[in-house]
């Protein structure tokens, strides 16, 4: 069965750069959600979309921005990289009312 | 969403049942008791979920109390590969995203 594809699945990057990441969703699954986990840190949200419009937000910095395309997949862009920023990033889709979140195999990154 | 609270860590002996504990006595009537688990450094994997009624999968069995305060989710059989932090979430069956705190650390040693 397909399931839902982040990548990279590394990235390295210097402060102050920017970074992108990818999620795309399992198909037929319109709802995608984004979170970060830090080292030894449980995931912590920070912004959901459905239909290509955001839903929910959580504790994403003003650096970050999201988006969902029309093939519903979507991007996070990070700018002005910090340290902290150093983390694994897990995107999450659900089909409509769907009764769970299937989560991919995350993208670690890495700002030096 | 209700908060929950779980053991910070649990070990099990291979081929034993691992019974994880949770409570969440401030779950509301619309909310459901789900639980994920995530392996060193994977995405979260859903194992489970129910609302009043004990519920099993081939995953595992989840026991909820009557009140609906706590409840257990239970490996019938634990393996060395059911070593994971194990989340137990509340929240309502449409409710969007999942809020995830302290899980349990379950360790399975041969």
């Known amino acids: 069965a397909a399931g839902v594809i982040q990548s990279p699945r590394h990235l390295i990057k210097e402060k102050r750069e920017t970074a992108t990441l990818k999620c795309y969703p399992i198909?037929?699954?319109?709802?995608v959600y984004w979170y970060q986990q830090g080292p030894g840190q449980d995931p912590q949200f920070l912004i959901s979309?459905?239909?290509?419009?955001?839903?929910d937000k959580g504790s994403i910095p003003d650096r970050f921005s999201a988006q969902q395309f029309s093939d519903y997949h979507s991007e996070l862009n990070m700018s002005s990289l910090e340290l902290g920023d150093s983390a694994l990033y897990f995107c999450?889709?659900?089909?409509?009312?769907?009764?769970?979140?299937?989560f991919g195999s995350g993208t670690q990154l890495s700002v030096l | 969403d209700a908060k929950t609270t779980q053991p910070p860590s649990m070990d099990c002996a291979e081929g034993r049942a691992a019974n994880l504990p949770c409570n969440h006595s401030?779950?509301?009537?619309?909310?459901?008791v789900y639980w994920y688990r995530q392996i060193h450094s994977q995405g979260p994997q859903y194992i489970i979920h129910g609302l009043k009624n004990n519920e099993t999968n081939e995953m595992a069995s989840l026991i909820i109390t009557e009140d609906r305060k706590s409840s257990t989710l239970i490996l019938p059989h634990a393996t060395l590969r059911d070593t994971a932090v194990y989340y137990c979430?509340?929240?309502?069956?449409?409710?969007?995203?999942?809020?995830f705190g302290q899980g349990t650390e379950l360790s399975v040693k041969p």
């Open positions: 198909p037929r699954h319109d709802t």
């Open positions: 979309f459905y239909e290509k419009m955001q839903s």
């Open positions: 999450a889709s659900r089909e409509g009312a769907g009764e769970k979140l299937f």
């Open positions: 401030t779950i509301s009537g619309n909310e459901y």
């Open positions: 979430i509340v929240r309502v069956i449409q409710g969007g995203k999942l809020i």
